[in-house]
């Protein structure tokens, strides 16, 4: 397999455009075009990472954390992020990173973490909202199917398990061919009307750009006429943490210790009266602050998240519990489903593929 196979599987899971629009996902370090025997799955690429991918004969480090999230100016040991990246290239280990674009991916971080703790019923806390666009493009009848095609080879029209999603309405064009102009139909200088299809489709902002080029290059006008437009139709296949449910009541001091015991947390802080009874969990992997307000509505009786600040903390409602169990520990969870979905992947190509998760503890953070 070669390293751009990895990055299909991956982003067919994980779609590149839904990752927050300031993270940097994607091959950080490495050739696509390079064959891949090898792969180590870790939270983020350090030192000991490194070590340990070169005495297994690695060739690729799929990460969560971006090796290059503020991308260095300089690949000198001089920062911990040139050094390691420099590291990487001399021996030759690529590295690829799915971060926010796996957080908000069905069976990604926070359902991992949701099922690592036992819930049910898993769904995605808040839908993704603010990264669908609408595309429509004028065509004369005869080309609709070549926009249609142009949609999906892009990415336009998909809606959940299905794709060439569009509608079509006919109307009446016009337009006046000025001199410079070389029409397609009609005659310079003279007011045309013709019969033309709008063809409207739903498309990711971040696909907006490729999408219009790929019309373009089968519309037949000189002038494609087009609009694209922002909708605020919340992207229902991709979402912000998982709310689910403990199969039997429990208590907040019960689930602490549960907590704690199945992400390996040594300690773990939490707001909330230890004996009070929760069963509906939300959850978010990492920094999940941003989405109390959420988990509450969502009638949660506790939240599972981490990077809590101390105000935060005096804002959370009465009718929750919160717990931070740490940032490495609600995001590991993640290694095992990543790795396994690499394996069956190439298993399901037929290709050799060796992965393995790493054995090193990438947490900085210690307690006592
Ligand atoms: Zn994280």
Known sequence: MRISDIEHIVEAWAPRWTAWERDNVGLQVGDPGRTVRTVGVALEV??????????????????????????PRTLTPGSSTGRLALECAERKIAVYSAHTNLDVTRDGVSFALSKTLGLRDIRFLAPLEGVLAKIAVFVPPGHEEDVLRAFASAGAGEIGNYTHCSFRTPGVGTFLPTRQADPFMGTRGSLES????????????????????????????EEMAYDVYPVDTPEAGYGMGAVGMLPHPQTLGAFLRSVQRH???????????????????????GSGSDLITAAAKSGADVFVTADVTYHTWHDVPASMALIDAGHWETEHVILEPLARRLRESAAERHERLNVYITRVVTNPVQSM
């Open 46 to 71: 350090t030192d000991r990472v490194i070590a340990e991918a070169v005495r297994r004969n690695a060739d690729l480090l799929v990460t969560h954390h971006p090796l290059m999230f503020r991308p």
């Open 194 to 221: 013709t019969e033309e299809l709008r063809i409207e489709a739903i498309v990711p902002r971040a696909r907006v750009r490729e999408t219009v080029e790929r019309v373009r290059a089968v519309h037949p006008y």
């Open 263 to 285: 992400l390996k947390a040594d300690s773990v802080r939490f707001c909330g009266d230890a004996h009070r009874i929760v069963q509906r969990v939300a959850v978010c992997g």
